[in-house]
């Protein structure tokens, strides 16, 4: 949160041997900011301007320049602008002009006026012209997809130079070396399905195979733009899908005949994927899974036993909120077999007395981060229970839990030490008596010292639909 408006000057020193600088939600950074501190960092590699709300598209401009390696800025292996609102399609091709192929991660989601267009520039693709008419964009992608093969972005330029203008054709300025894109959030699909394909076909084809995490959020996002990606990200280790709504089991089974090294699987908010997608993917990653979020799928038992037997060694994080079809048994299964599990997210799930007793009952001793919010049948002893067998607990929400009183909260104050993060809204029978302990032993204390601050809300946004729809029928 730096607010001062001098930072270039104050930097000015110590930033000529700065490799990583993390400037989010610093409200003062403007363009001129940006570009002071990249011509005095020479060595900066990795920048985080993360809801920087000041800058504007034309912060990484300085001339459309093809050889840009010694303008300021070119040296930047890793970029994270999300939440930008005034970036577009054309501050991203600035980037890649000035980037090339050195650059190895880009987060821009959440610019919503980006469009699909920067696919195409990922691509380390060019052309003449700065920007294609959307009657353009579709004679490109009626031209890519009329030719079939690999060599179908090159050879159906050749087949129509006759018809189109020269400034529809692209350069291949650079081979791109992204193995890490956040495109989450983005509106990518204005134009014409087929153009869209086409833009994913033609990042792919190009990118593709050093792509090790990708992450796409969108309600629009088609399933022939995945199932036209999966032949070609074979190597990616990270998949997120968040809200990708349209995504049926079919198109997850042809991904995981890709996708065979996947370690993280993030499909919250897919709420038409069932037991078959689930089960084919953990089955392409068995023995590698390390986080699987299932928020707000349809899964059942029945896949139950073929997950765990799949991953349930490798597990470390799991996400089953909202999954509204797992039964107290289903549920249980996990906490019996996942027994390397770091982090463990059951918010609004059946779990009864046998996922609770299970959770207890194995003890999980690494488990840093749990989630209980709205179990029907939590009460203190449970709350004691994970308190007394959890003693690496950082993070626990058990928000919206009626049974919940006094007694389980000054246990789990009392028993975890390495608490962070509590979340304890909707606990109508708790009162201040647990949180008397830490007061006195502020005052005691240096006063202007806070050794522990309880979080009584989560600050982010969710990303699921029902704790939207919980939130805003709930009657407290």
Known sequence: NFTDPKLPERLAQPGRHLTALDLSYCLYVCDETVK??????????????????????????YGINPAGSNLPGSQLRSLSLSGCCNLTSSTVRCITYLCGDRLQQLDISWCRDIDSSVLWYLAGLQF?????????NLVVARTLSSSDGQLSIWLGWLRVLGTLKLSLLPRRVFIPSLVSLDVSGIDLFTFHKSVVSAAFEAFVYCAGDRLQRLVLSSSDLPEEALRLMAPHISNLSSLSLIQCVKLECETLAEVARHCQHLKCIDLKGVSHVGNDGVVSLCNASRNQLRMLSLGESCITEEAVSCITDACASTLEELDLSWCEDLTDQGLAQFCVHCRSLRQLRLRRCHADSCTLSALVSFRHT???????????????????????????????DISWNSDVTNTGISALLSNCPLLSSCCLDGLKRVTAVPFWPMVVQITEQDTTRVIWTPQLSDLVESTLASDRLYSAFSPF
């Open 128 to 136: 003449l012209t700065d920007t294609l008419t959307d009657e353009e």
């Open 36 to 61: 002071s501190l990249l011509e005095t960092c020479h060595q900066l590699v990795e920048l985080n301007l993360s809801f920087c709300s000041s800058l504007s598209e034309h912060v990484f401009e």
């Open 366 to 396: 690494y488990l840093h981060t749990l989630n209980l919010s709205s179990i029907d049948l939590l009460m203190d002893c449970h709350v004691i229970e994970v308190s007394r067998c959890m003693p690496v607990l950082r993070v626990i």
